[in-house]
């Protein structure tokens, strides 16, 4: 019960925070902006849920863009000089999700708006699910009430009920699993499950996308995809060597499944430094996007493009924390 009322209370305070937003911008008009790029994760069509943004959210946001200012692909953006890049944003998603296709895609059509997506190859390659959500599911599986879960010298106590609470807690505990190596992962995912043994139960939100559906997008000139690694892992935290192949790997699948061409580079978490940056460089991508917020009038470097992560937002929340 106490989780109940705290999780509700949450929620409540969140959406109180919504409501001072619409007062804020009430009859505001909007500022311009200038080779502003977003960054999505998934879409759902039920209540949003951390990455997962709900689609009616989502299509307020693309029709509150797309009337104020000029949508442009990605590429494009990167070649503009300051004045064509005023007024004009990009959309893009990370970690290839299917709900892009079912859910996303249709309202971009419906707006005739471009956007790039940036995919982690082999769990396409593998049918596989993205570590983050066999996490999620495997601890969310879990029968018991309370658990104690150890990362290196630390024990993470936390209870399985509550999802609001229990999905902050996983963040957390996500944001430590994100600086080990893809091997260091998977074994320390198959130690909860050997532990606790869950039944794990995965959600039409954590699908990932088929290569065939990449490519009807593609075909439609909407949709342009770029590279995300191989596994979803921090480039900055594995040997130098490992990162060279989670750029060329995941490139060559680009390459060989999707066409060639030119692609861009996302760097997982956000995590880059100047030896990542320039390994992405040499393996022949095109530019990388960050997760660093701002503008891009000005790109000094096409390694590190902004972007502006976008959470669960409402139309007045969105435009009042971008600026819009």
Same mark, same amino acid.
């Given at each position: 019960?106490?989780?109940?009322?705290?999780?509700?209370?949450?929620? !409540?305070?969140?959406?109180?925070?919504?409501?001072?937003?619409?007062?804020?911008?009430?009859?505001?008009?909007?500022?311009?902006?200038?080779?502003?790029?977003?960054?999505?994760?998934?879409?759902?069509?039920?209540?949003?849920?951390?990455?997962?943004?709900?689609?009616?959210?989502?299509?307020?946001?693309?029709?509150?863009?797309?009337?104020?200012?000029?949508?442009?692909?990605?590429?494009?953006?990167?070649?503009?000089?300051?004045?064509?890049?005023?007024?004009?944003?990009?959309?893009?998603?990370?970690?290839?999700?299917?709900?892009?296709?079912?859910?996303?895609?249709?309202?971009?059509?419906?707006? @005739?708006?471009?956007?790039?997506?940036?995919?982690?190859?082999?769990?396409?390659?593998?049918?596989?699910?993205?570590?983050?959500?066999?996490?999620?599911?495997?601890?969310?599986?879990?029968?018991?009430? @309370?658990?104690?879960?150890?990362?290196?010298?630390?024990?993470?106590?936390?209870?399985?009920?509550?999802?609001?609470?229990?999905?902050?807690?996983?963040?957390?505990?996500? @944001?430590?699993?994100? !600086?080990?190596?893809?091997?260091?992962?998977?074994?320390?995912?198959?130690?909860?499950?050997?532990?606790?043994?869950?039944?794990?139960?995965?959600?039409?939100?954590?699908?990932?996308?088929?290569?065939?559906?990449?490519?009807?997008?593609?075909?439609?000139?909407?949709?342009?995809?770029?590279?995300?690694?191989?596994?979803?892992?921090?480039?900055?935290?594995?040997?130098?060597?490992?990162?060279?192949?989670?750029?060329?790997?995941?490139?060559?699948?680009?390459?060989?499944?999707? #066409?060639?061409?030119?692609? !861009?580079?996302?760097?997982?978490?956000?995590?880059?430094?100047?030896?990542?940056?320039?390994?992405?460089?040499?393996? #022949?991508?095109?530019?990388?996007?960050?997760?660093?917020? #701002?503008?891009?009038?000005?790109?000094?470097?096409?390694?590190?493009?902004?972007? @502006?992560?976008?959470?669960?937002?409402?139309?007045?929340? !969105?435009?009042?924390?971008?600026?819009?």
């Amino acid at each position: 019960m106490t989780e109940i009322i705290i999780d509700k209370s949450l929620i !409540f305070y969140r959406k109180l925070f919504e409501l001072i937003c619409k007062i804020r911008i009430a009859f505001k008009k909007p500022k311009p902006i200038n080779g502003k790029v977003f960054l999505y994760h998934g879409l759902t069509d039920k209540d949003d849920f951390f990455k997962h943004l709900n689609i009616d959210k989502f299509e307020r946001h693309i029709e509150f863009l797309s009337t104020h200012y000029k949508p442009v692909h990605l590429d494009d953006l990167a070649k503009m000089n300051d004045d064509e890049k005023k007024n004009t944003f990009c959309i893009t998603f990370d970690d290839g999700y299917e709900s892009i296709y079912s859910l996303a895609f249709p309202i971009l059509k419906k707006y @005739n708006v471009p956007f790039t997506f940036f995919i982690i190859t082999d769990t396409i390659k593998n049918k596989e699910f993205i570590w983050n959500d066999r996490f999620d599911n495997a601890v969310k599986g879990i029968e018991k009430k @309370n658990i104690s879960l150890k990362f290196k010298d630390e024990e993470i106590k936390m209870k399985t009920s509550g999802n609001y609470r229990l999905g902050l807690k996983l963040s957390i505990l996500k @944001n430590k699993l994100k !600086f080990l190596n893809f091997d260091e992962i998977n074994k320390y995912i198959e130690s909860i499950e050997k532990e606790y043994e869950p039944e794990v139960r995965f959600s039409d939100s954590d699908k990932v996308v088929t290569t065939d559906k990449i490519i009807e997008m593609i075909n439609s000139g909407l949709c342009k995809v770029g590279s995300h690694t191989c596994n979803h892992v921090s480039l900055t935290s594995i040997p130098i060597a490992e990162a060279e192949n989670q750029a060329s790997k995941s490139l060559e699948w680009l390459h060989d499944e999707i #066409g060639p061409g030119d692609y !861009f580079f996302c760097y997982p978490h956000g995590h880059f430094n100047k030896e990542v940056r320039n390994i992405v460089k040499k393996k #022949g991508y095109i530019g990388a996007v960050t997760t660093i917020r #701002g503008n891009n009038l000005r790109i000094d470097d096409v390694f590190s493009i902004q972007r @502006n992560p976008v959470n669960m937002e409402d139309i007045s929340r !969105f435009r009042i924390l971008h600026g819009l």
